[in-house]
């Protein structure tokens, strides 16, 4: 069936350095990638999204990339601080009920 | 803030019982969706509705239901509850009815806590 494969589950980072996060998905008729954060005991909420006719895409310190090829996307932050510190989701579109299927979270920790 | 509001915020109750989960979307929204949150664990969509009728269902267990009203606001209802139906439910809301194809906005969720 469909997927998400969402990796690593845990990345823990120097406060300064980058994180990157990676997802897989099955279905190659995905054409909506987002990514969300969750802060603990928050709401999900939308940082950055891609859509398929898109190999890119900046806001400020976070970028989202896209391989339609390898059916995969990133999310790079650079130069990540304290407030970073939290649950990342990533999600694709699926062709079967136009829903998102979700990866399973990575739990991002910036150290001091 | 996202525009969506959840009610209640906190739900303490017993095995057995039945709880309605409200939700009220953003301004302008036509589609409304619930996903479960078990502790430490990711979203699981349950089910989405779009301008009063059920769009889409996922893993929604038969003890669950929910329903829109003609203003928008929508009811998750879950019955016989289970020590293991403890979670956060969030209710998320955007315009279009593909969810897959258009930014979903989150409410603050409701924390259930079955004993």
């Known amino acids: 069936g469909e997927n998400v494969e969402q990796h690593p589950s845990t990345l823990s980072v120097q406060e300064g350095d980058s994180a990157v996060i990676k997802c897989t998905y099955s279905d190659s008729a995905s054409n909506y990638f987002p990514w969300y954060k969750q802060e603990l005991g928050k709401r999900p909420q939308l940082i950055i999204d891609?859509?398929?006719n898109v190999g890119e895409k900046k806001d400020q310190r976070i970028a989202v990339t896209l391989n339609k090829t390898a059916k995969h996307f990133s999310l790079h932050i650079t130069e990540t601080q304290p407030e970073d510190s939290a649950v990342y989701f990533c999600a694709a579109s699926m062709r079967s009920n136009y829903q998102l299927i979700w990866g399973a979270g990575t739990k991002l920790i910036i150290k001091p | 803030d996202s525009g969506v509001t959840q009610t209640p915020k906190h739900l303490i109750t017993a095995t057995g019982q039945r709880v309605t989960l409200r939700c009220s979307p953003r301004?302008?929204?036509?589609?409304v969706y619930w996903y479960q949150q078990s502790l430490d664990q990711g979203l699981q969509f349950l089910i989405q509705y779009y301008n009063g009728e059920e769009r889409a269902k996922g893993n929604i267990l038969e003890r669950f239901s929910a329903q829109q009203f003609p203003d928008l606001h929508s009811e998750l209802n879950l019955s016989s509850l289970e020590l293991g139906d403890s979670a956060l439910y969030f209710c998320?809301?955007?315009?279009?009815?593909?969810?897959?194809?258009?930014?979903?906005?989150f409410g603050p969720g409701t924390r259930l806590t079955v004993l």
């Open positions: 998320a809301s955007s315009v279009d009815a593909r969810g897959g194809l258009d930014t979903q906005y």
């Open positions: 891609i859509r398929s």
């Open positions: 301004s302008g929204d036509l589609s």
